[in-house]
């Protein structure tokens, strides 16, 4: 996948690749701008019979095995595990679907996203990266949030602490359009929910435990058993919006099962085309479109920018060694 050849849009993206950095008190290298702390999961997806009535995928035809990356939000890789700013958590699924073709599904801990566009978003790391609390009030993320009402509810919804990855479901925050082997679409938004259903920690309890409780947790439980999660594809129904990731559907729509994840290993820490995994919030695949949600094309794009810096930092640091 290139680069964007549009100036604009790769402007767009190095702005906010720099807006991360600003957040994060600098670059991390060889990180994640946002997520820089995760692990990675093996594993298969099993498909619902429901799914080859939603989309024509491969995946939802057969049994894929998978690479799942559960993290923490910050772009700072030794963020504690309770750290307030180490929420929402992402979970991220790459569907391996033959020699270098995969698709993936990238989605957090939030129900929402902050705000409809990339230049939005981008104004809001900004006004995070500018904002002070010892220093007069309002301050730039005060006033940023004063005027976006949907950036406001999202920082205003509860991200309370899972006592497990196991244990914490995940969305993905833009609608796709799904086009089944007789040519009828429907457009919905995927949910991954754990198995074993949801379990959160009082501020108290989550204060008190270590600062890797959860990556130290869920390598301890995958060496007992595998871990699974659910994937069900909420329906839009007409009228819905679907190209606007700060606008939820009734919690009533019709859920469709799309399948199983059973994760069964941790991925070998020295597997580096696993740690230079790049990916993909398109899912690029035949029976499953992005909707014209605009955030799209500008998060693959910083993906993909974000990526082949970590890449970058990998080589010259085997560089170093090597000499």
Known sequence: MPLPTDPKALELSQDLLKAFDDVNGGEHAGHRP????????EGVFQPAAEAATLTRAPHAQRETPITVRLSDFAGIPSIPDNADEASPRGCAIRFHLGEHVHTDIVAHSVDNFPTRTAEEFLEFLRAVAESDPSKPHPNAIERFLGAHSNALKFVQTPKPMPSSFAHESFFAVSAFKFTAANGTS?????????????????????????????????????????IQYHIAVQLAERGDVT?????????????????????????????????????????????????????????????????????????????AKAS
């Open 186 to 226: 429907q457009y919905g938004r995927y949910r991954i929910l754990p198995d074993i259903g949801s379990s959160y920690l009082t501020a108290e309890a989550a204060k008190a435990k270590s600062p890797d409780f959860l990556f130290d947790e869920i390598r301890e439980r995958i060496a007992r058993s595998p």
């Open 34 to 41: 946002a997520h820089a702390k995760g692990v990675m999961l």
């Open 243 to 319: 190209d606007d990731a700060t606008v939820r559907w009734p919690e009533g729509r019709r859920h469709v099962k799309f399948g199983a994840l059973v994760l069964r290993s941790v991925a070998a820490e020295d597997d580096l085309e696993k740690r230079r995994m790049i990916l993909d919030p398109v899912p690029r695949v035949d029976g499953i479109e992005p909707s014209a949600d605009p955030l799209f094309y500008p998060r693959a794009d910083l993906y993909l920018l974000s990526g082949r810096r970590r890449r970058a930092a990998d080589q010259q640091s085997a560089k």
